[in-house]
Structure formats: C-alpha cells, structure tokens
C-alpha cells in the first residue's frame, strides 16, 4: 500500500502543481479555487470510500479534471465551482469503487474504514484539513460500517442526501439520472441505515465515561465488569489486515459472554507495554493505544440508544492504516 500523508498534513495541491503546464497563471487560479473547496471535497470522497490514500486519489484526479477543464481553448466561465467541483469529485469516487471492492474481497479479516483521528475537543490543536472534515461533516465509524454494505450509488446519495444536505434534484444532476431514482436510492438506503443504526446518539461526554469504563475493565481482565457494560447482542470488530499481531479472529465475534471472556483473556497480556491516549476517531471520543511512541490500535466502541452499554467494538491495527496517525 502506497504511504500517504496524514489528510491533516497532506498539503494543499500547489499552485505549481505536477508537470510543465502547471505554472501558467490560469491553472494557477484554478488550483487556488480548488484548495477553497478542499476540506469539503475531503470529507465528501472519504465518507463515501472510507480510505484516506483512495480519498487522496480521488482529489488529485478532480484537481487534474478541473485544471485541465479551465486550461481549455475558450473555456466558459463555470457558474457555481463548488457544484462543479463536488460533481467530478462524486462520480470520480464512484468509478474506484469496482477495484475498492475488489481489494475488500481478498482483504484478511474483517475491513473497517480508515480512522480519522484528532484531538479531543478539549484539548484544541491548530486547524488541519482533517480536523476541519471531521468538524464539519462527521459520520461515526458505527455508521460507515453500515454505509459499506449500501450499493456505491445508495452509499453515495446517502452521504450527499443525508450528510450534506443536497437535494435530490442536486444529486440527480452530478450523477446523471432522474430525481425520481434518486428518492427511490435515498428511501433503501435510509431504511437500510435506520434499521441498523438508532437515531438517537449519546452525548460526548457520556461516551467518554463509559469508553473509559470499558478500557479499564478490558486491560485489568475484569470479566464481571465486561459482562456488566457490554451490550447482549455486542459485536467486535478486529481489523488487523494479516499484518498485526493484536487482531483477535478473521471474523466479528458476536455476543457478550463470547466478547467478554476473549477480552479478559488477550487485552490484560496485549495491553501490558501499551501507552494510552484519549482520541477523537470520526468526530467521537476514543483510545489510542501506542507502543512506544508509535500506534498500535485505535480502538472504537458504540453504545446502546441509553448510551448505558457497548453494543459496537471497532478495533484498528493494520499498521497501513495507521500510518497517517500521530
């Protein structure tokens, strides 16, 4: 897998750009149109494809459209760059989702999006791109788990219908079809998420107490106090990739007894050497586990609608995914 930077501190596209035609002052104009309307590019792509290096691709392959569109013999002037700009940005996203799927398919163990990770509220840091996505237009990891078993069209009107609020004609526009398709892909996938996911969602600070709550009870071993805070029907998903040693299963394991005893078994011994840092993983509270200086895991969890229990375990620790993390 080809290393990327950090969305955070991948710089914006320069104004001298790749190649000799870079530099003339037209693309130089539209390069700086682009960088306006990067962080909403960011955080539109990556919600859909749920990888940041895919999402990086997709930016670079819309930055390269629009110069060229703007470098062309007698241009028109483009009404709205923005709309413009979201509508290459969606159908580009849309056309890597056939090898996406493709690598998903021989992916070992369970595949989980990449993890945006920032500092907590609590604790500012300066504005990044990533810090300003996750600000601005945040799905949960909870949730891009459910959008990833939506249809690459379904999953894209979602994210436009549901996340940023254009309208179905809007949609119908960038991609090409007629609004009465759109509304009949935006009703499956609304019903397919509101199933899956409750729409109520607990406040930030009550999934820090009880994030918190359930790290302790992991890494001491306590089996009666997993048994007290996971849910009944909890999943645990472990992505590891084939590459980490601290991926549990090449499945999800399902149920509280099952999640409880093989979290006091392997977390108390995994954890020893482990530093802990509270983290911000798609704009809600989570742990960073660090082995030295360098991430381990990012380890998310989900709570019940009473936001009294763990019904969701995401943990992270295919090293390529976390080669982006601080």
Known sequence: MTHHPPPGSQPAISDDGPGPAASDPVTNAATQVFNEHRELLFSLVYNMLGGIADTEDVLQETWLSWTNRNRAPNAEPIDSPRAYLVRIAVNRALAHQAAITRRRETY?????????????????????????????ESVSMALMVILQTLTPLERGVFVLHEVFGYAHTEIAEMLGRNPAAVRQLAHRAREHVHARRPRYKPAPQVRQQVTERFLAAALGGDLDALLEILAPDVVMWSDGGGKAQGAVGLRPIRGRDSVARLLAVVAPSSGKALKIAFRSVNGDPAVLLLAGDAPYAVVVVDLTPEGDQVCGIYAIANPDKLSHVD
């Open 108 to 136: 070992t163990g369970p595949w989980l999006p990449e993890p945006l990770v920032s500092s907590l509220p609590e604790a500012p840091v300066a504005d990044d791109a990533a810090d300003v996505a996750l600000r601005t």
